[in-house]
């Protein structure tokens, strides 16, 4: 194999992550549901042909799919040793989650890339699409003992072979949705990805040459390796533990242990999650490829310089243990994935803050908040309005955390008021930062959001939570004080109602008129209370972001000698 000249790597580098991210952009205009359109809840990348691994990830796709997306790939690669007949314009479709992390949602699209007749690599797409069957619109089950109630499954199937659509694959996905526009445009918006892949993946060869593209892919990844192994030695060695609680699995009402132990030797580094809950029967369950995955984000989050490629994972170990609801089995459910790695990610700030406090934050709001809103329009026509909601982020070293922003598992954007109320009958009756909900410190964590939704349509509609931190407040780190814990209500007709559960809960009947409220969690507080600047404590009062009273309370009187 040729040697490849830094300069040379880098040029390449940024070509195939142009690639990626050209797919990425093809697809978010294409889309017809606005969680992929609007909120870009999808992803795109190269894959290697034997191992199956990350070579390139788009930049604007979520994080959490670089590592579940490969398993999807070598679930694709297992199935071609087994069948045999690999052929140029094969498409696999699938959306195992068991098999490809994540949740059934997401629909996964595979497409072997040929050069000269020999595989040189894998091109996939996945997208979360706006509903697969299932007993709930949207799919967020809150209630959910198998995946069957949660959605439609799809194993690894070929939706096209040597080029030729296989139409009854598409029959059966368009027969098992609500939305089946929403599915039939975002299947076309995805294959077009692929297909502008393909020719982007042509040019670059036709330019550089298959051998130094392979050169430069696996220069990528022992690059990516060595940054990781470089960033573990400068740390201390030592083990430092984390725990938090899920609220509970939607069925039963006890909490969920999630435990971390972090232990860095020399340049390798293992996560062990000895300790966490057992497999639980509702729908907070996560597979094994969903759990490495998550560990992969949190990396990159702590160390952000790192690229998006398998070889960042080849110094570190992840240890499940079985029977975990971290290493689910098939048919448990599963829809609720976003509340558990969000907690993954959470406890593993929480231990490294004990080694690093420098390159971590306090602890997000923690939920995404799955809420789905459905009925029938008065022509009969079903609506599914999906969508998730923001809240704030952690304090740092830094500065205070942001206020009514994404989870730190995506880089997807929150779908703005004026798209979904023009294509659903809501009003927004309130869409606003929640005061005093950040968590207190030197640096106060971000503000979370009050949302108020209001049913118009004269059928009326009914909803569906799957949210978290309910129960259990965002930690903050460094001796900061904790954020506020989620709350939500949903309005009837004798008062204003809670779930027993806390955070999930299935079928609320709303009448025309009637709304359901969410007022999400702050972020965690970094660093001790009295080593808050007055200035910044005036500031926030000024602003309304903290009561006059309370400030006193959390921080002392001597803001109010401050002029703003």
């Given at each position: 194999m040729s040697e490849i000249d830094p300069i040379t790597l880098s040029v390449l580098s940024g070509r195939m992550e142009q690639i990626a991210d050209e797919m990425d952009a093809t697809l978010f205009r294409a889309a017809f549901n606005p969680i992929i359109a609007e909120a870009h809840d999808a992803s795109h990348g190269l894959y290697h042909a034997v191992s199956g691994d990350t070579l390139v990830q788009g930049k604007s796709g979520l994080p959490i799919f670089v590592g579940v997306m490969?398993?999807?790939?070598?679930?694709?690669?297992?199935?071609?040793?087994?069948?045999?007949?690999?052929?140029?314009?094969?498409?696999?479709?699938?959306?195992?989650?068991?098999?490809?992390?994540?949740?059934?949602?997401?629909?996964?699209?595979?497409?072997?890339?040929?050069?000269?007749?020999?595989?040189?690599?894998?091109?996939?797409?996945?997208?979360?699409?706006?509903?697969?069957?299932?007993?709930?619109?949207?799919?967020?089950?809150?209630?959910?003992?198998?995946?069957?109630?949660?959605?439609?499954?799809?194993?690894?199937v070929r939706l096209a072979r040597a080029?030729?659509?296989?139409?009854?694959?598409?029959?059966?996905?368009?027969?098992?949705?609500?939305?089946?526009?929403?599915?039939?445009?975002?299947?076309?918006?995805?294959?077009?990805a692929l297909d502008l892949g393909v020719r982007r993946m042509d040019e670059l060869l036709d330019e550089y040459g298959a051998s130094t593209i392979t050169a430069a892919l696996d220069a990528l990844g022992h690059r990516a390796e060595a940054l990781m192994r470089a960033e573990l030695e400068a740390m201390p060695d030592g083990r430092w533990e984390a725990l938090d609680y899920l609220d509970n699995d939607g069925i039963t009402d006890e909490p969920l242990a999630i435990r971390v132990g972090l232990e860095i030797n020399g340049d390798s580094m293992t996560l062990d999650f000895a300790g966490s809950a057992p497999q639980c029967a509702g729908p907070v369950n996560i597979a094994l490829p969903t759990t490495v995955a998550t560990a992969y984000v949190a990396i990159k989050h702590i160390f952000p310089g790192l690229p998006a490629n398998a070889g960042v994972m080849r110094p570190i170990e992840v240890k499940v243990p079985e029977g975990s609801l971290l290493s689910a089995e098939f048919p448990s459910p599963t829809g609720g994935y976003t509340e558990t790695i969000l907690r993954m990610i959470d406890v593993i700030f929480s231990a490294f803050a004990k080694v690093a406090p420098d390159r971590v934050v306090a602890n997000a709001y923690g939920t995404i908040n799955a809420l789905s809103i459905a009925g029938k329009r008065s022509n009969g026509q079903p609506w599914v309005m999906f969508s998730f909601y923001g809240g704030g982020h952690g304090g740092s070293l830094e500065g205070d955390g942001l206020n009514h922003g994404n989870a730190p598992i995506s880089t997807a954007t929150i779908p703005p008021m004026e798209i979904l109320e023009a294509a659903y009958p809501v009003m927004f009756r309130q869409w606003a930062l929640r005061p005093d909900s950040a968590g207190a410190g030197k640096h106060r964590g971000g503000l979370g959001a009050i949302y108020e939704i209001e049913v118009l349509?004269?059928?009326?509609?009914?909803?569906?939570?799957?949210?978290?931190?309910?129960?259990?407040?965002?930690?903050?780190?460094?001796?900061?004080?904790?954020g506020a814990m989620n709350r939500f209500s949903y309005e009837q007709d004798d008062d204003w109602k809670v779930p027993p559960l806390a955070s999930k809960m299935r079928g609320i009947k709303l009448r025309q008129g009637q709304a359901v409220r969410l007022e999400t969690p702050g972020g965690g507080g970094y660093g001790k209370t009295e080593d808050r600047a007055a200035e910044n404590v005036a500031s926030d009062v000024a602003r309304g972001f903290v009561d006059a009273e309370r400030a006193d309370q959390l921080y002392g009187t001597a803001w109010r000698e401050i002029s703003i």
């Open positions: 490969s398993f999807a790939v070598k679930a694709v690669i297992e199935k071609v040793a087994a069948d045999g007949d690999l052929q140029d314009g094969d498409i696999f479709i699938f959306n195992d989650a068991h098999i490809g992390g994540t949740h059934l949602s997401d629909m996964r699209l595979v497409r072997p890339y040929f050069r000269d007749g020999e595989l040189f690599c894998y091109l996939a797409s996945v997208g979360h699409w706006h509903d697969v069957g299932g007993a709930v619109p949207g799919n967020y089950n809150p209630a959910a003992t198998d995946v069957f109630q949660e959605a439609f499954v799809l194993p690894p080029g030729e659509v296989n139409r009854d694959i598409i029959d059966i996905l368009l027969r098992n949705t609500r939305l089946p526009q929403s599915a039939m445009g975002d299947l076309n918006g995805q294959l077009g349509e004269e059928n009326g509609a009914e909803a569906f939570l799957f949210g978290e931190r309910g129960r259990f407040a965002p930690k903050g780190i460094v001796d900061g004080q904790d």
